[in-house]
């Protein structure tokens, strides 16, 4: 079978398994593992905290087009995207490692501009970059590591959201998608929408210290939105072995979102994916708390229930089901 | 200026310049930082015991052609070159995440076989692969970090080789760029040395026990060989700050490769590169002490001596200096 017709989740499962299988339970390595493949980041116990890791590629032609982003803004994405994946688990990141591939006909100034944005937002953070590795190849490819560490002493995961939990997500979604969608079919907007829009999609803010604040009410489950709202839904009801019920009114959607993009705006914030906003799930009164606690808009969006394991269920504000085929972003797999 | 006129090492100062003029180093991340860009490993103050972090890719057409390589050599290759750079700082290696860019045409059969060769040498040293990522490409690339620990309260480095220091190195020399110019011209040998040579370049074993040593017995400088003897020795001498003496008569060659390689063994030693052994300074006396600690051969091949900074001189028995201009491996620069 060829990986295109496996598809990224389930060559993602084949893989875990053969680790599994394989493993040797005896090895210190795997005692102090706490999470493995499969969550949005490693998880392990350190001397005296949980030590977090996680590893994201930005691939020119499948994640990134050079005709529509600047490289500070490719640079800064590079890392944003680690980021996010330490913010779903709830923790603070500490350093990064970058390894890259480049056509050696690259003008140097182009991998400055990249470097400058990686060092922008890592400065932003506290990140430090600590190392990496430089290889020629036929395009460009981005590979970042980041660690980091958590103040609890367990994190955010994919797989503890319970039946009764309520559904919610920070901010606004569909932006990053939108953004897409103006810079690859040059639409024109106002100044403010051109630039709400690029930014959303080439320079996204991890949602690092809102993670934390999860993590310190109790919040157990969450993932943060790269795949797309619906398909990183599915990806916590599968991991948790439950269900979901999305009212689709209810998803957050931007002002200049629902005014530029009156047609689509529903379907990008469903599943444009990039959002790198935090989807999770808690007891109402927490999600109460944590709205005190954040600046950023939280909004529930829905409720975890028990049934078909990562099931998802769309539905109007009248709770009628709507029928739902558009999936999120999978590699290797044919959009359709 | 092109990238490929600036070349990998200069590209590398570039980048680590940025980094370092923009950083803040108030942040605690930089505070914890004890070696960051420019030494096999990144080293920082964790918990209770230093930690030690590595990335390194493997690209298709670059470092890889899929018609000499099994996938299952390919995983195993990916894994040990990681290793080697911990093993390179006298590190234990404990995790490891693996970052795939894949063409979704490929048979996942193939994939099953890379992930075999990971765990394989994972498990041979102790080694847990927690985490990763897949992303769809028009080629292969594998990029893997590892992280790891020191038993000792200081890490073997490039910068740490002084005059008077003896230089010496692990095991044989030129055996994997033999291994890759049989392979690429099928040249055709007995069994016994087709198996050593393909196993040097495409199973390399880390030196990860022989680096403990290295630093249980206070060797303070050391590299792995992945760029060429003379090459990383040139690594060494520029951190340092100091130049080196090597007999060229004195470099370890295996006698299978004398007899198989007359003409250019002793090229494919001093500059062939992927070795994978390990090349340190210390004391004549600390040097014996080693030769008694640990199996493999430890062959003395020269000094280091005071000059100009980075400077390899390469003498013949009676000390005769013998010109050189073979550089090793460096990505972007052509090859003369």
Redesign the interface.
Known sequence: ????E?G?FG??G??AD??DR???PR????Q??LI??G?D??A?Q????IQL?????L?Q???FDLNITTWEELGWKAIAVNLSDISAMGGIP??A???L????????GC??GL??GM??IA?QF??????????????T?I?V?V?GSLESKSALTRSAAVPGDQVAVTGYLGLSAAGLKMLKQKLSFDAETSQLLRRAHLQPIPRIKEGQVLLRHEVRAAIDISDGLIADLTHICKASKVSAKINKDSVPIHPILQSNFKSDCQQLALSGGEDYELLFTASSQVINQIKQAISCPVTVIGEITEGTPGQVTLSDAAGKSIPWQQGGWE??KSKT
Do not use: C
């Not at 350190?46 to 905290?49: E, K, L, Q, T, V």
């Not at 890791?53 to 590629?57: G, H, K, M, V």
């Open positions: 079978m060829k990986i295109s496996l990224e060559l993602i084949l893989l053969i680790v394989t493993k040797n090895d210190i390595s795997w102090r593992l493995g493949i969550d980041a490693a392990w350190g001397d005296s905290s890791a996680t590893t994201d590629s691939i032609d499948t994640h500490i350093f490692l970058i390894s591939a480049l056509p050696g006909e690259l003008e140097t991998i400055s470097y400058q060092a922008q400065n506290g990140v430090a970059i600590v190392g990496g590795n430089i290889a020629s190849a036929s395009k490819m590979t590591t660690l590699h290797f």
